[in-house]
């Protein structure tokens, strides 16, 4: 059970870091449910972050009622969508405080860069999802609840990771391009461009050409700075022998 709580775990937090796109539902007025494409990205502490318009529908909702959900997906083994992998969070909705928004607001963009050109609109404000509760499911008849307790990574190395970022991010930019470029083609699957790291946490890395995302996970979680260079070193030399 202790293995298959972990994995669960595991598996959920990469689904919500790596998401590109997922379903937010909302509750409109009168109780009824409403559902919307929306393009998440993970605060470090893995609050799903959101970028919308007071001109949608979703957002006018979350301002009445903050209760919402937001389903990701990843990809089906087979024909069969149910073969894939997906987590469900549900929690409740608030708009980022403006202190922290230049922050999050960075974050977001790492894992949406083509959304610069409307990133400034006026009528776009940042928001943040915490997490109550999750339901992650493996694939076909494969579930498991979790407790936003057992889903949230450890505050303290959240906090650790975030302090080190900013420095080991324009480390590997400034004097190792080549292997920034290295992981995302050999370990990522992606193809040419100037790829550059935008983004760590406690759970991978983000990188980014200008246009495209990309997203690299690591082994197992990191707890400070010196799992920042072990991981990276790790995935450099991975991604050489790849080549």
């Given at each position: 059970m202790e293995e298959a709580l972990a994995s669960a775990v595991r598996e959920a937090r990469r689904l919500l870091r790596g998401a590109a796109s997922?379903?937010?539902a909302t509750t409109a007025e009168g109780g009824q449910p409403f559902a919307a494409l929306v393009t998440p990205a993970a605060a470090p502490d893995l609050s799903p972050l959101l970028w919308l318009s007071s001109l949608s529908e979703h957002s006018r909702?979350?301002?009445a009622d903050p209760r919402c959900a937001l389903l990701v997906t990843g990809l089906?083994?087979?024909p069969n969508p149910q073969t894939a992998p997906r987590v469900s969070v549900t929690g409740l909705a608030e708009r980022v405080p403006e202190a922290e928004v230049p922050a999050?607001?960075?974050?977001w963009l790492a894992r949406h860069p083509y959304a610069a050109l409307y990133a400034d609109f006026a009528d776009f404000s940042l928001w943040r999802i915490r997490i109550g509760a999750a339901l992650f499911v493996g694939g076909f008849a494969t579930a498991q609840r979790l407790r936003a307790g057992q889903l949230l990574p450890d505050p303290e190395a959240v906090a650790a990771v975030a302090g080190a970022e900013a420095g080991a991010?324009?480390?590997?930019?400034?004097d190792h391009a080549d292997a920034c470029a290295n992981i995302a083609r050999a370990l990522c699957g992606e193809g040419e461009g100037e790829w550059r790291l935008t983004a760590i946490d406690v759970d991978g890395c983000d990188l980014s050409d200008g246009n495209r995302a990309s997203r690299f996970c690591f082994s197992e979680p990191?707890?400070?700075a010196g799992g920042i260079h072990r991981a990276l070193v790790r995935a450099a030399r991975e991604a050489r022998g790849v080549s």
């Amino acid at each position: 059970m202790e293995e298959a709580l972990a994995s669960a775990v595991r598996e959920a937090r990469r689904l919500l870091r790596g998401a590109a796109s997922g379903v937010l539902a909302t509750t409109a007025e009168g109780g009824q449910p409403f559902a919307a494409l929306v393009t998440p990205a993970a605060a470090p502490d893995l609050s799903p972050l959101l970028w919308l318009s007071s001109l949608s529908e979703h957002s006018r909702h979350l301002t009445a009622d903050p209760r919402c959900a937001l389903l990701v997906t990843g990809l089906p083994a087979g024909p069969n969508p149910q073969t894939a992998p997906r987590v469900s969070v549900t929690g409740l909705a608030e708009r980022v405080p403006e202190a922290e928004v230049p922050a999050l607001k960075a974050r977001w963009l790492a894992r949406h860069p083509y959304a610069a050109l409307y990133a400034d609109f006026a009528d776009f404000s940042l928001w943040r999802i915490r997490i109550g509760a999750a339901l992650f499911v493996g694939g076909f008849a494969t579930a498991q609840r979790l407790r936003a307790g057992q889903l949230l990574p450890d505050p303290e190395a959240v906090a650790a990771v975030a302090g080190a970022e900013a420095g080991a991010i324009a480390h590997m930019n400034a004097d190792h391009a080549d292997a920034c470029a290295n992981i995302a083609r050999a370990l990522c699957g992606e193809g040419e461009g100037e790829w550059r790291l935008t983004a760590i946490d406690v759970d991978g890395c983000d990188l980014s050409d200008g246009n495209r995302a990309s997203r690299f996970c690591f082994s197992e979680p990191i707890l400070d700075a010196g799992g920042i260079h072990r991981a990276l070193v790790r995935a450099a030399r991975e991604a050489r022998g790849v080549s």
